[in-house]
């Protein structure tokens, strides 16, 4: 049963999270018994402990869905020509199927170069811009697992988004543009709201669906909203004391919008799943373009 606060649904992610994980461990059996063992490679390179954290959350669920996940840590002063050839490798070597470049980077390497080795077929976080390319004129590529993300928790909840307003505040390469394309695949129509659009009420509060990923907190007030705004939140904020919260005010947006997904505990948990979730459809793709490959070798 859905929680509900004031007149606001809670839209955990939990739920939905366990059932994509779910669906990753049976499709990774699939491909075990197939004699295929789908791998997760993760390039790490800071000393950031939250982000240590996250990676080895990763490793962790990755084992319970039966899938390989290998941490690659160069460390916090590696150079971008070092982190280049990892990533040339990993992209090449046939037993890693899904590759995370994981950020923060060291100050002096250039992200859009080092995204730009990722194999497409293995970037299953939809980093390389070759994947945004593709998702912007509907070729098979994998979207940012967090866009997804917001698609997914949406359609698990029943919130139409054809023929609906939306209004996406951000407008990164990582959320806010690729999720726009997403959600214009599905007939919503999408208006992206940034830093140089004015009053943001002016779009948000007329708007069916309100997704928010900004990184700024407490951008989004129950000014902002009408009762009929379901808000998604994807921000991802700590505070001084450790705790960590979205870019929504939750205390002025609960009891006036429809529905919220709460930080932590919305986006974040299906964002995770997703990632599994990708490694075993690139190695199934990946498997089946092998098979195509020596099929025509042999013509």
């Known amino acids: 049963m859905t929680a509900v606060q004031g007149n606001t649904e809670v839209l955990s992610g939990k739920p939905l999270a366990a059932l994509i994980q779910q669906r990753a461990q049976q499709e990774s059996t699939l491909l075990d018994d197939e004699g295929l063992h789908p791998v997760l490679a993760v390039v790490v390179a800071t000393d950031d402990e939250s982000t240590h954290w996250y990676v080895r959350s990763i490793e962790r669920a990755a084992g319970r869905a039966g899938i390989g996940c290998r941490i690659v840590d160069l460390g916090h002063d590696a150079t971008e020509q070092v982190m280049a050839n990892v990533l040339t490798d990993l992209s090449a070597e046939p037993t890693v199927h899904g590759i995370i470049l994981q950020t923060p980077l060291p100050a002096a390497v250039r992200p859009d170069r080092l995204v730009g080795l990722i194999a497409p077929d293995k970037d299953i976080d939809g980093a390389n811009p070759l994947s945004l390319g593709r998702l912007a004129v509907g070729q098979l590529a994998f979207a940012p697992a967090t866009a997804r993300a917001v698609v997914e928790l949406l359609d698990h909840f029943q919130i139409p988004v054809a023929g609906r307003n939306v209004a996406v505040v951000g407008r990164s390469a990582v959320v806010g543009k690729p999720l726009s394309l997403l959600l214009l695949a599905k007939d919503a129509t999408v208006t992206v709201c940034h830093s140089k659009s004015g009053a943001l009420e002016h779009y948000t509060r007329p708007a069916d669906v309100v997704v928010v990923a ?27 004391d450790g705790s960590l919260v979205g870019d929504v005010d939750e205390a002025s947006v609960t009891g006036v ?37 020596a099929s025509t070798s042999r013509i």
């Open 214 to 240: 900004a990184g700024r907190t407490g951008l989004l007030t129950g000014n902002h909203v009408s009762e009929k705004t379901v808000v998604i939140d994807v921000g991802t904020n700590v505070l001084a």
């Open 257 to 293: 919008a429809a529905g919220l997904s709460p930080v932590p505990g919305g986006v974040g948990s299906v964002t995770t799943a997703l990632l599994l979730l990708h490694t075993v459809e690139a190695a199934r793709q990946q498997s089946h373009s092998g098979l195509l490959a």
